[in-house]
């Protein structure tokens, strides 16, 4: 009986031994499965988030050079430096566009597309521009053409392979072009590589042996998956892409889930056979515990990834290019933000519209992802409003009203915009509860004076007040958030302005924006130690150099004569002495007197009739590297570089009466052209210097 009750103790054991080992296995495979699920999820939800921010960076910039060409339509030669220095400024931008309809330029013929596309050469990227509209490439038939024609927005074409630009397979964004009338005249076009959004989502492969696809909304291949195996299970996760229609799959094996459940289940079972009540015990705790940590393991994975793709959406808002503006010597700035946590409620911009920079520098109250939220409707509210808008006040006017609104959570920001004229360095600006800039001007640094308005996001209907000041050439404003004024020590005592000042008059002369906000960084670092950063800390420094830009500026200095002269041959001797005061080298004053003289005196004959009496405008136009020449005359019409060259091996007694004279203008000059306009004559002859 005992060996029956002890048969009977084995079996009940191993059937309960047995029934929680399937217990904990369908838990596993339960907990597994959620894992592989909330993985695929978060990994899709960021490739979406990264794919449209791209998208975002594509249309914007799409937008702009858009706008561009409107502005410049009556300067086709223009289109390609546009279509180019979008390409150049726009990450993962292919090649850009500009397609007009037929013949909308008579000169340039039926087709003008101007396009420029990144290439590759060796490990070197390049941007190539050219016009590539032509029989062999009609782009009037390309979907995107017809589209952009047909849809007033911004549009995603199917994808499809470029054979005369790119020459490789492309997806492409297309918008129309419209004159000051509204018509449409041609379309704008961005291109991205599917090899880039390939490289792009590559990371979605989460598993060895798992795929990702991604398909357009028409269900074409942008990224192609291989083909599945007959009669294998998969597990299909799908996230659709806002901002371009399409749509996004992870693809997972059932076996490449559960590979190693199956495993550890052939070890569990082999340890239940040894010890079957401990082992019910510790499998039965392990099983809950592995649960939980698969559960915080994802939870951190999937908070930590967005928190990363936050900050990096955050940062790329700001200004991060310097020095920004290479074709200016008038200006020196320098920011950086560094944030407390992953992100950060700090922010500052700046940019240059009508010659005036107008600049930004805010902080918003709390920290973190909210935070942020509101430091990227502040900057972006700050782009839009002053877009359109020179006064600093009603600028910040604006921008708190429409902060005021949308503010539920009861946040504000505190902010500092000025607006800069870089021509005599006067700025007005409003403060809106912020820091005081700091004016560095002769070795002494000073806060400049600020009235106590409103943070914004307070009060709708605030009236905001502005001042002024006047930046003298070599000072520099310095602007910047409480982190650095409020940055604490082990022991709790706050760096403070006076700090500040006396950092800034150490600076001395001769160093640049850059080295002033590295040389700040450095000092409140050494003064907080170890402490840990409670508050993100931003700074920018900005220096006025308005003699650099006149320097710059008188190099490219244009110098212009005009001779008005009647139609009377008498008046020749004149044209010599004219030519003699514009400061010509003197090895060409000779040749380019004779050549004005046989040009000027071919007009008084063929233009003016002996019966008819008028006047002879003759203009220099003289740079550094040549000196231009327009003859005008409102005479009848003659173009003297239609006649026919004379044949100078001839003897003089059988040679052609005319031709010698213009003849010797085209050998001595450079350039000679001709032109009839508004009833007038127009001779242009230029000679490098």
Same mark, same amino acid.
């Given at each position: 009986?005992?060996?029956?009750?002890?048969?009977?103790?084995?079996?009940?054991?191993?059937?309960?031994?047995?029934?929680?080992?399937?217990?904990?296995?369908?838990?596993?495979?339960?907990?597994?499965?959620?894992?592989?699920?909330?993985?695929?999820?978060?990994?899709?939800?960021?490739?979406?988030?990264?794919?449209?921010?791209?998208?975002?960076?594509?249309?914007?910039?799409?937008?702009?050079?858009?706008?561009?060409?409107?502005?410049?339509?009556?300067?086709?030669?223009?289109?390609?430096?546009?279509?180019?220095?979008?390409?150049?400024?726009?990450?993962?931008?292919?090649?850009?566009?500009?397609?007009?309809?037929?013949?909308?330029?008579?000169?340039?013929?039926?087709?003008?597309?101007?396009?420029?596309?990144?290439?590759?050469?060796?490990?070197?990227?390049?941007?190539?521009?050219?016009?590539?509209?032509?029989?062999?490439?009609?782009?009037?038939? @390309?979907? *995107?053409?017809?589209?952009?024609?047909?849809?007033?927005?911004? *549009?995603?074409?199917?994808?499809?392979?470029?054979?005369?630009?790119?020459?490789?397979?492309?997806?492409?964004?297309?918008?129309?072009?419209?004159?000051?009338?509204?018509?449409?005249?041609?379309?704008?076009?961005?291109?991205?590589?599917?090899?880039?959004?390939?490289?792009?989502?590559?990371?979605?492969?989460?598993?060895?042996?798992?795929?990702?696809?991604?398909?357009?909304?028409?269900?074409?291949?942008?990224?192609?998956?291989?083909?599945?195996?007959?009669?294998?299970?998969?597990?299909?996760?799908?996230?659709?892409?806002?901002?371009?229609? *399409?749509?996004?799959?992870?693809?997972?094996?059932?076996?490449?889930?559960?590979?190693?459940?199956?495993?550890?289940?052939?070890?569990?079972?082999?340890?239940?056979?040894?010890?079957?009540?401990?082992?019910?015990?510790?499998?039965?705790?392990?099983?809950?515990?592995?649960?939980?940590?698969?559960?915080?393991?994802?939870?951190?994975?999937?908070?930590?990834?967005?928190?990363?793709?936050?900050?990096?959406?955050?940062?790329?808002?700001?200004?991060?290019?310097?020095?920004?503006?290479?074709?200016?010597?008038?200006?020196?700035?320098?920011?950086?933000?560094?944030?407390?946590?992953?992100?950060?409620?700090?922010?500052?911009?700046?940019?240059?519209?009508?010659?005036?920079?107008?600049?930004?520098?805010?902080?918003?109250?709390?920290?973190?992802?909210?935070?942020?939220?509101?430091?990227?409707?502040?900057?972006?509210?700050?782009?839009?409003?002053?877009?359109?808008?020179?006064?600093?006040?009603?600028?910040?006017?604006?921008?708190?009203?429409?902060?005021?609104?949308?503010?539920?959570?009861?946040?504000?920001?505190?902010?500092?915009?000025?607006?800069?004229?870089?021509?005599?360095?006067?700025?007005?600006?409003?403060?809106?509860?912020?820091?005081?800039?700091?004016?560095?001007?002769?070795?002494?640094?000073?806060?400049?004076?600020?009235?106590?308005?409103?943070?914004?996001?307070?009060?709708?209907?605030?009236?905001?007040? @502005?001042?002024?000041?006047?930046?003298?050439?070599?000072?520099?404003?310095?602007?910047?958030?409480?982190?650095? @004024?409020?940055?604490?020590? @082990?022991?709790?005592?706050?760096?403070?302005?006076?700090?500040?000042?006396?950092?800034?008059?150490?600076?001395?002369?001769?160093?640049?924006?850059?080295?002033?906000?590295?040389?700040?960084?450095?000092?409140?670092?050494?003064?907080?130690?170890?402490?840990?950063?409670?508050?993100?800390?931003?700074?920018?420094?900005?220096?006025?150099?308005?003699?650099?830009?006149?320097?710059?500026?008188?190099?490219?200095?244009?110098?212009?004569?005009?001779?008005?002269?009647?139609?009377?041959?008498?008046?020749?001797?004149?044209?010599?002495?004219?030519?003699?005061?514009?400061?010509?080298?003197?090895?060409?004053?000779?040749?380019?007197?004779?050549?004005?003289?046989?040009?000027?005196?071919?007009?008084?004959?063929?233009?003016?009739?002996?019966?008819?009496?008028?006047?002879?405008?003759?203009?220099?136009?003289?740079?550094?590297?040549?000196?231009?020449?327009?003859?005008?005359?409102?005479?009848?019409?003659?173009?003297?570089?239609?006649?026919?060259?004379?044949?100078?091996?001839?003897?003089?007694?059988?040679?052609?009466?005319?031709?010698?004279?213009?003849?010797?203008?085209?050998?001595?000059?450079?350039?000679?052209?001709?032109?009839?306009?508004?009833?007038?004559?127009?001779?242009?002859?230029?000679?490098?210097?």
């Amino acid at each position: 009986m005992r060996s029956y009750s002890g048969l009977w103790i084995l079996l009940v054991a191993a059937a309960v031994l047995e029934l929680t080992a399937c217990v904990q296995y369908f838990y596993s495979r339960a907990g597994i499965k959620a894992e592989a699920m909330q993985r695929a999820e978060s990994e899709l939800k960021k490739a979406e988030l990264q794919i449209n921010v791209v998208a975002a960076q594509v249309e914007t910039s799409l937008k702009i050079m858009t706008l561009m060409a409107e502005r410049n339509l009556a300067h086709p030669d223009s289109m390609l430096s546009i279509s180019r220095m979008i390409v150049e400024r726009t990450p993962y931008m292919k090649g850009a566009a500009i397609a007009m309809r037929e013949g909308y330029y008579e000169s340039e013929g039926k087709w003008f597309e101007a396009y420029s596309h990144e290439q590759m050469t060796g490990d070197k990227s390049t941007v190539v521009s050219r016009r590539i509209g032509s029989a062999e490439h009609d782009y009037f038939q @390309s979907e *995107w053409y017809r589209n952009g024609l047909e849809i007033d927005s911004c *549009w995603w074409c199917e994808p499809y392979y470029d054979d005369e630009g790119a020459k490789e397979m492309l997806v492409s964004c297309s918008m129309p072009i419209k004159d000051r009338s509204g018509e449409i005249v041609g379309v704008a076009l961005a291109d991205v590589s599917l090899a880039e959004l390939q490289r792009l989502s590559a990371y979605l492969q989460i598993y060895p042996d798992s795929y990702y696809s991604i398909k357009s909304g028409m269900g074409i291949d942008i990224v192609t998956p291989p083909d599945t195996v007959a009669g294998r299970k998969y597990h299909i996760f799908t996230e659709d892409i806002d901002a371009t229609g *399409w749509k996004m799959e992870i693809i997972i094996p059932d076996d490449v889930i559960f590979a190693e459940l199956n495993k550890v289940g052939f070890v569990v079972t082999i340890m239940m056979i040894i010890g079957l009540a401990l082992l019910i015990f510790i499998m039965y705790h392990s099983a809950k515990d592995i649960l939980n940590l698969i559960k915080i393991n994802s939870q951190n994975e999937r908070i930590e990834g967005e928190l990363n793709i936050a900050r990096n959406i955050q940062m790329a808002m700001l200004p991060k290019v310097f020095p920004p503006y290479n074709d200016r010597q008038d200006l020196n700035i320098y920011g950086m933000v560094l944030p407390a946590k992953e992100v950060g409620g700090d922010l500052y911009d700046f940019y240059i519209r009508d010659n005036k920079l107008l600049v930004c520098i805010g902080d918003v109250s709390g920290k973190g992802v909210p935070a942020s939220l509101v430091m990227a409707v502040t900057r972006s509210l700050f782009r839009t409003i002053s877009f359109n808008d020179n006064d600093a006040a009603s600028i910040v006017s604006k921008m708190n009203d429409a902060m005021a609104e949308m503010n539920e959570q009861n946040m504000f920001v505190t902010l500092f915009l000025g607006v800069l004229n870089l021509n005599d360095g006067r700025m007005e600006y409003c403060n809106a509860g912020h820091n005081a800039p700091i004016l560095y001007s002769d070795g002494k640094a000073s806060e400049i004076a600020v009235k106590a308005n409103l943070p914004l996001g307070i009060l709708s209907g605030f009236a905001f007040e @502005s001042q002024t000041t006047t930046l003298n050439s070599k000072d520099t404003l310095f602007l910047y958030t409480d982190g650095l @004024s409020e940055a604490e020590n @082990s022991g709790k005592l706050q760096f403070g302005t006076e700090r500040v000042l006396n950092a800034i008059e150490q600076w001395g002369v001769g160093k640049d924006a850059k080295q002033e906000i590295e040389s700040m960084e450095t000092v409140v670092k050494q003064f907080a130690g170890d402490a840990e950063q409670s508050d993100d800390l931003t700074m920018v420094s900005i220096h006025y150099l308005p003699e650099n830009q006149k320097k710059l500026e008188s190099k490219l200095i244009t110098e212009r004569y005009s001779l008005v002269m009647r139609n009377d041959i008498q008046q020749i001797p004149t044209l010599s002495e004219w030519v003699e005061s514009l400061g010509v080298p003197d090895a060409l004053n000779m040749t380019i007197n004779l050549a004005l003289e046989e040009a000027v005196s071919n007009v008084m004959l063929y233009a003016y009739p002996d019966s008819d009496s008028g006047r002879v405008l003759v203009e220099a136009e003289k740079k550094a590297e040549s000196i231009t020449f327009t003859i005008t005359d409102s005479g009848i019409a003659f173009d003297p570089t239609k006649i026919s060259e004379p044949d100078i091996n001839l003897p003089a007694e059988e040679r052609q009466i005319g031709g010698l004279g213009i003849h010797l203008v085209k050998q001595i000059m450079d350039e000679v052209k001709y032109e009839r306009k508004d009833g007038k004559n127009i001779l242009t002859l230029v000679k490098n210097l």
